[in-house]
């Protein structure tokens, strides 16, 4: 390896598999911050934890380190969803999981993001993927150990749920959108009830609305146990112009100092001057009580949450491609008939008087155990054109087959 550089001398933000592509690739080299301060990564409950629910927090090889996390929750406008009909109590949003954005009161009041055009959007979806499909393997136990199913059948089974799920949130949904921001900021303005959003669009948007309004006009929350806390990590380019500098601008990142100015309110002794960051820091010591009393997200328990949630990669994670893809087609190429099967089925009593129009609505072009010859057409540029219009013409012959039998006198 040479140290012949870019330039450059750090990447920083971004999600850990980015980072993880350069490491392996030599770009990032070893920064040395384990050797200056080792006291931050020793004991059992270290000050830097190195992951947590199947995520990775910081390179064991020095060469990158999460510096704030990031999850990924429902935004909804308080008003909007008390004319849906729902209660809004002291500041509770009431949806508390993803499966409650499929509620009926909230046809055509959902806003979505296309995960197509961003990563983000698309490890949100992952990430109620994850949720679903292991509340599904929960409820099928007792048949896997009594040997009526095999682990296989059983993760088609969740697969299946999972994939309905969407569907349905997607049939509630109001508008579809190229831009993951663009769905908190319509909540704030009650254009929409409800949405998935990263964790600080969600909370900057709340505060920001909020204080000017006067009132709480939009709330943010993390479904319980429903999703990864990622980190955004910061890492040394080999050849970095100025290598001093840059480990001097790491060691001030993840010092006590520059944690606090990720999770302080502005204006706070020791936070931002004029804006809140609103990221949670990654310091375990940042969390104290009186931490708290200035943070923005004072109730943030990221390390609990991370701990609730088991990332399963090998059920999604060599997928992340045909997910976003997947999800591209059924819901947004497929989305006039997506709405008029979903509001059909609605109309005519819902899902549980409607038992023909949902197995047409529910199928799927695939198997959570095919999922493998799948990824591996979409890598081909002809197989990824084929599976493409395949997908599009079964979506639309299903949606129009379950419109069809759930209103079978409108046109």
């Given at each position: 390896?040479?140290?012949?550089?870019?330039?450059?001398?750090?990447?920083?933000?971004?999600?850990?598999?980015?980072?993880?592509?350069?490491?392996?690739?030599?770009?990032?080299?070893?920064?040395?911050?384990?050797?200056?301060?080792?006291?931050?990564?020793?004991?059992?409950?270290?000050?830097?934890?190195?992951?947590?629910?199947?995520?990775?927090?910081y390179d064991p090889r020095d060469r990158y380190y999460g510096v704030c996390?990031?999850?990924?929750?429902?935004?909804?406008?308080?008003?909007?969803?008390?004319?849906?009909?729902?209660?809004?109590?002291?500041?509770?949003?009431?949806?508390?999981?993803?499966?409650?954005?499929?509620?009926?009161?909230?046809?055509?009041?959902?806003?979505?993001?296309?995960?197509?055009?961003?990563?983000?959007?698309?490890?949100?979806?992952?990430?109620?993927?994850?949720?679903?499909?292991?509340?599904?393997?929960?409820?099928?136990?007792?048949?896997?150990?009594?040997?009526?199913?095999?682990?296989?059948?059983?993760?088609?089974?969740?697969?299946?749920?999972?994939?309905?799920?969407?569907?349905?949130?997607?049939?509630?949904?109001?508008?579809?959108?190229f831009s993951a921001s663009k769905v908190p900021m319509d909540t704030a303005?009650?254009?929409?009830?409800?949405?998935?959003?990263?964790?600080?669009?969600?909370?900057?948007?709340?505060?920001?609305?909020?204080?000017?309004?006067?009132?709480?006009?939009?709330?943010?929350?993390?479904?319980?146990?429903?999703?990864?806390?990622?980190?955004?990590?910061?890492?040394?380019?080999?050849?970095?112009?100025?290598?001093?500098?840059?480990?001097?601008?790491?060691?001030?990142?993840?010092?006590?100092?520059?944690?606090?100015?990720?999770?302080?309110?502005?204006?706070?002794?020791?936070?931002?001057?004029?804006?809140?960051?609103?990221?949670?820091?990654?310091?375990?010591?940042?969390?104290?009580?009186?931490?708290?009393?200035?943070?923005?997200?004072?109730?943030?328990?990221?390390?609990?949450?991370?701990?609730?949630?088991?990332?399963?990669?090998?059920?999604?994670?060599?997928?992340?491609?045909?997910?976003?893809?997947?999800?591209?087609?059924?819901?947004?190429?497929?989305?006039?008939?997506?709405?008029?099967?979903?509001?059909?089925?609605?109309?005519?009593?819902?899902?549980?008087?409607?038992?023909?129009?949902?197995?047409?609505?529910?199928?799927?072009?695939?198997?959570?155990?095919?999922?493998?010859?799948?990824?591996?057409?979409?890598?081909?540029?002809e197989g990824r054109t084929n599976t493409i219009r395949e997908w599009l013409?079964?979506?639309?012959?299903?949606?129009?087959?379950?419109?069809?039998?759930?209103?079978?006198?409108?046109?």
């Open positions: 390896h040479c140290d012949i550089g870019i330039g450059i001398d750090l990447f920083f933000g971004g999600g850990q598999y980015d980072f993880q592509q350069q490491a392996d690739a030599g770009i990032l080299v070893p920064c040395g911050l384990q050797e200056r301060h080792p006291e931050w990564f020793a004991g059992p409950e270290p000050i830097i934890p190195g992951g947590g629910g199947g995520e990775v927090w996390f990031s999850s990924f929750g429902i935004c909804g406008n308080v008003t909007r969803l008390q004319q849906a009909g729902y209660t809004v109590a002291a500041g509770e949003l009431p949806l508390r999981s993803w499966a409650d954005l499929s509620d009926p009161r909230l046809f055509n009041a959902v806003g979505l993001a296309d995960p197509s055009k961003s990563g983000s959007i698309n490890k949100c979806f992952e990430m109620l993927i994850q949720r679903q499909m292991q509340d599904s393997m929960s409820a099928l136990q007792s048949q896997l150990a009594a040997g009526g199913l095999s682990t296989e059948q059983a993760l088609d089974r969740s697969w299946r749920d999972a994939i309905n799920l969407i569907k349905r949130i997607g049939g509630n949904a109001s508008y579809l959108t303005m009650g254009q929409i009830a409800a949405g998935m959003c990263i964790d600080f669009y969600g909370r900057s948007q709340a505060e920001w609305v909020n204080s000017h309004q006067g009132e709480t006009v939009m709330l943010f929350r993390t479904p319980d146990a429903a999703s990864t806390v990622s980190a955004d990590p910061v890492g040394m380019l080999r050849g970095a112009p100025h290598p001093e500098r840059a480990r001097m601008f790491i060691d001030f990142l993840l010092s006590q100092e520059g944690q606090r100015l990720w999770g302080y309110r502005a204006g706070t002794p020791g936070g931002p001057e004029k804006y809140s960051l609103h990221r949670l820091p990654v310091r375990r010591d940042v969390y104290t009580p009186q931490d708290r009393l200035c943070m923005s997200a004072p109730e943030a328990e990221p390390f609990a949450l991370a701990a609730a949630f088991q990332y399963q990669g090998s059920w999604t994670g060599p997928l992340f491609d045909v997910m976003r893809i997947l999800i591209k087609v059924m819901v947004i190429d497929c989305e006039p008939e997506l709405r008029a099967a979903w509001k059909a089925i609605l109309d005519s009593g819902g899902p549980a008087a409607q038992a023909e129009a949902m197995a047409a609505f529910e199928a799927l072009p695939f198997e959570h155990s095919q999922s493998a010859q799948v990824a591996a057409a979409l890598r081909d540029s013409l079964f979506f639309r012959r299903q949606f129009q087959q379950a419109r069809s039998l759930a209103a079978p006198s409108q046109p």
